[in-house]
């Protein structure tokens, strides 16, 4: 790009230094031929400067002018879908906002393509480009006299209307959007689905800033409750998203492992009621915040690509513990450790865990890692690939909370797992309901026929452990044996 910007430029400065010499060649040439006395040259002479001048400067104020309106235009609109960039979108919505009529709102929608970089990949750039401008002509034909609209982001938009302050006509808006995209989406036959944060102004806010922020706080909730979501702002969460920036700021902190600790829960045979593993959990109490329980920070831990360090920490310190307690390697021959979500998208992942294992290469022989059975599947290749570079060193793989995420037989097939982990959502209803019979049986039955282990999670009464011992399942974990403790607790768990 840079080359050939100089390639450019030098081409332009060439052309003109060519032309600029003929001129002063021939332009003498003329002036001596045309013109015998001595004055009448030089008053020539002075003119044709002047022309010089003049010819130049309009030159150089016509290229100035082209150059400055390219870069203005980069600067505030988007070149694929011609619509203001952010900057250029908040000093819009700013002007809108201080004439917004007293019975009128403003509705901003911030709006989220979900997997966007996925769709990229799978159907190509173009067709990433095509959704983008679809979406824009889509809800601009709809909108148009009452909107405005902005890229926000490489997969956001910004959607500012002005309506009726009337709670029924705002309530239905992104129901009303959602439409228009499905439309969008089936008029260019690429599949797409947005999610939607919305604030409306001025109770939300009565500036770009404020609102804008307000919008992204309910994106952000929509996000999290799955794909093709809304969210209205709401008071409470700002007060979520608030703790949350704190929760942020303080995993952010070089202290933050100073204030970690395990616990460890033993798994046992069912059959014979001895301890056949343990699963390592992480706790964070922080001197400010309290307990923080790991639902809570490890999501966004995830989000702002901590995980690694997090599990890095959770292995050598566990690997630490259990070897000063005595306990590992001949009292215990199976130390589960979880890996979170997006770990296994991260590309260095791979190469951090084996570095670590091979560090610890007795450890990793007795090591079972638990990947989530929705994030096992939802990328089966990766996950194959994670798997299978990370069993040479011994490691053996579980599918966590399995039952809640549809894994086919086929996935089942192509995913080497030594152990299914029944999710407890199952062994929590087991008593009651006959579909959770059924499944906590079928998974039971499928661990069986591939060969594999089966442990049941959150085991509470005598009345769950006999239906999976009655099921064929063979392991299990949860507080009717042990709650999660300390390594000193485990030390005299374990021995006794
Ligand atoms: P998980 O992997 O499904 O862990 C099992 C959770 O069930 C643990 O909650 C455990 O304390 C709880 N539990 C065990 N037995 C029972 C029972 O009989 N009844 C009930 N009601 N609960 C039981 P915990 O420790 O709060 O962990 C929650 C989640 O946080 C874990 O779910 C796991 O996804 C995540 N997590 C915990 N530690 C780590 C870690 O070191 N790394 C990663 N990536 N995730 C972790
Ligand atoms: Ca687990
Ligand atoms: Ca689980």
Avoid at 107 to 115: E, S
Avoid at 270 to 285: A, D, F, K, P
Avoid at 406 to 416: M, Q, V
């Amino acid at each position: 790009m840079q080359k050939k910007t100089f390639v450019t430029a030098f081409k332009g400065t060439a052309i003109y230094a060519v032309i600029g010499g003929l001129w002063i060649l021939f332009s003498d040439k003329a002036v001596n031929t045309l013109f015998d006395d001595t004055a009448t040259i030089n008053l020539m002479q002075t003119y044709k400067g002047w022309f010089y001048v003049l010819v130049t400067a309009f030159l150089l104020f016509v290229l100035l002018k082209r150059a400055i309106q390219d870069t203005e235009k980069l600067l505030t609109l988007d070149p694929v879908t011609q619509l203001p960039r952010h900057y250029q979108f908040t000093r819009l919505l700013d002007q809108q906002l201080s004439k917004l009529p007293v019975d009128k709102a403003l509705i901003l929608i911030y709006l989220d393509i979900n997997r966007f970089s996925q769709l990229n990949q799978e159907f190509g750039h173009q067709a990433g480009d095509r959704v983008l401008q679809k979406i824009t002509s889509q809800l601009w034909e709809y909108f148009h006299s009452s909107s405005l609209m902005g890229r926000l982001g490489s997969d956001q938009f910004g959607l500012a209307v002005t309506i009726d302050n009337d709670r029924d006509i705002i309530d239905n808006l992104p129901e009303l959007v959602f439409r228009q995209l499905h439309n969008a989406s089936e008029a260019i036959n690429i599949p797409f689905k947005v999610s939607m944060g919305v604030a409306i102004a001025p109770t939300d806010g009565k500036q770009s800033k404020s609102l804008l922020s307000a919008a992204s706080i309910a994106l952000h909730n929509a996000k999290s409750r799955g794909e093709e979501q809304y969210s209205f702002f709401s008071r409470e969460l700002s007060e979520i998203a608030q703790h949350r920036q704190n929760i942020i700021n303080e995993l952010k902190k070089p202290e933050l492992f100073e204030h970690f600790h395990s616990v460890y829960q033993p798994q046992l045979s069912i059959l014979e009621q001895n301890v056949v593993g343990v699963e390592v959990l992480l706790r964070w109490t922080h001197p400010k915040l309290g307990f923080v329980p790991p639902d809570q920070f490890i999501p966004i831990a995830e989000d702002i690509g901590l995980m690694p360090d997090i599990t890095r920490w959770v292995i050598t310190n566990a690997q630490k513990e259990l070897t000063e307690a005595g306990l590992i390697p001949d009292r215990l021959n199976r130390i589960s450790i979880n890996i979170s979500a997006k770990e296994l998208n991260i590309e260095d992942q791979v190469k951090n865990l084996q570095q670590i294992f091979q560090e610890y290469e007795a450890f990793a022989k007795i090591c079972q890692l638990e990947i989530t059975e929705t994030t096992a599947i939802y990328d089966i290749k990766t996950s194959q690939k994670f798997i299978q570079s990370l069993k040479e060193l011994g490691l053996r793989f579980s599918i966590d909370d399995f039952g809640t995420g549809f894994t086919s037989l086929s996935n089942l097939k192509n995913l080497p797992v030594d152990e299914l982990k029944i999710d407890r959502s199952f062994i929590d209803k087991i008593e009651t309901e006959s579909n959770s019979q059924i499944i906590v049986k079928s998974i039971v039955d499928l661990a069986n026929n591939f060969g594999i282990s089966s442990v049941a999670e959150g085991v509470e009464n005598n009345n769950q452990l006999k239906f999976l011992q009655d099921c064929g399942c063979k392991e299990a974990q949860g507080y009717h044996f042990a709650k999660p403790m300390g390594i000193e607790d485990l030390k005299a768990f374990v021995k006794s």
